[in-house]
């Protein structure tokens, strides 16, 4: 069982912050817990613009507190984002995230992430191979 709080991993490797300062991600559960996913929760900043796309990852995004705007960059469809809302970019969708207000949410990936990806130039995580996994 593993039991883990944000507290104890705040400020750790775990606690990543965009290097534009826009997002920050705490990593609760990596791909070195070999449960098959990884667990996050994301707190992106009001006002600002984020364009992501996972082109090596499904991800479930659940908002739990903020509100904002979601495009899908691949057809032009917009949605409005407040609690409650859950997306899933089932199909490796390119999007932009524009909060309103700060925005909290809980994100599961699959398959995890290691904590060592970067967005690149076009808002992708590469696919990396955890050595620790068996």
């Not at 826009?22 to 609760?28: A, E, F, Q, T, V």
């Not at 908002?63 to 409005?80: F, K, P, S, Y």
Request: proline share 4%.
């Amino acid at each position: 069982m593993i039991v883990r709080t944000t507290d104890e991993i705040t400020d750790t490797d775990r606690d990543v912050t965009s290097a534009d300062g826009n997002w920050r991600s705490k990593r609760i559960v990596l791909a070195g817990d070999a449960v098959g996913f990884s667990f996050h929760e994301t707190t992106i900043a009001a006002g600002t613009v984020n364009e992501f796309h996972y082109a090596h990852h499904v991800e479930a995004v659940w908002l739990i507190a903020g509100d904002g705007i979601l495009t899908d960059l691949d057809n032009g469809e917009v949605h409005q984002l407040r609690p409650g809302t859950m997306y899933l970019l089932d199909g490796h969708e390119r999007h932009r995230v524009e909060p309103v207000t700060e925005m909290r949410m809980l994100c599961v990936f699959n398959p995890p992430v290691t904590g060592r990806e970067v967005h690149d130039e076009h808002g992708v995580y590469p696919l990396v191979e955890d050595p620790s996994r068996v």
